[in-house]
T-cell receptor
């Protein structure tokens, strides 16, 4: 059972453009939604995270938009740079009895071209 | 470097052999997680510990898999009678207990079963 669906599977963006990755979840008990960035040969690294009591969170060039009623959230990367080329994973967890255990999406491979 | 450390980075084994991986978490963290990641997929939860207690195991964790965290510090993941389907990246992560504490991942152990 895939509880977090992520799209697109891959994305090519020009340098300076906006990268947008979308996720949808099924379990309404989820209350923590992080995004992770993974480079080849490395483990995932936390990029930015949001809780459902806010609709948007911005950290530098990275913004999460959250729509609780639609059970969807998205990552926007502004002014995309070649160094942003990586695989991005959305994830979700619930704290009450969830143990901070994350359920991941299937990933989006982002390539930023010059 | 005080991040999560995993050893070995790569392991090639023949089908039917046993393998053991080690994870050293961030020392202040009392939670430790094991995930498995196959090519093109997001990490899948296997099990997690709070201190030395194993609190949850995924259905993915067959009887051939066993994890320990004997003194609440480092952890080991053993796979007995390996199968080709066990080929994957095995990721370890650690976190504090507090809700929404981010998971910090190691760079994983890549297992290839021939």
């Amino acid at each position: 059972q895939q509880q977090v669906k992520q799209s697109p599977q891959s994305l090519i963006v020009q340098k300076g453009g906006i990268s947008i990755i979308n996720c949808a979840y099924e379990n309404t008990a989820f209350d923590y939604f992080p995004w992770y960035q993974q480079f080849p040969g490395k483990g995932p690294a936390l990029l930015i995270a949001i809780r459902p009591d806010v609709s948007e969170k911005k950290e530098g060039r990275f913004t999460i938009s959250f729509n609780k009623s639609a059970k969807q959230f998205s990552l926007h990367i502004m002014d995309s740079q070649p160094g942003d080329s990586a695989t991005y994973f959305c994830a979700a967890s619930f704290q009450a009895g969830g143990g901070n255990k994350l359920t991941f999406g299937t990933g989006t491979q982002l390539k930023v071209e010059l | 470097d005080t991040g999560v450390s995993q050893d070995p980075r790569h392991k090639i084994t023949k089908r039917g052999q046993n393998v053991t991986f080690r994870c050293d978490p961030i020392s202040e963290h009392n939670r430790l997680y094991w995930y498995r990641q196959t090519l093109g997929q997001g990490p899948e939860f296997l099990t997690y510990f709070q201190n030395e207690a194993q609190l949850e195991k995924s259905r993915l964790l067959s009887d051939r898999f066993s994890a320990e965290r004997p003194k609440g510090s480092f952890s080991t993941l053993e796979i007995q009678r390996t199968e080709q389907g066990d080929s994957a990246m095995y990721l370890c992560a650690s976190s504090f207990t507090a809700p929404s504490s981010p998971l910090h991942f190691g760079n994983g152990t890549r297992l290839t079963v021939t």
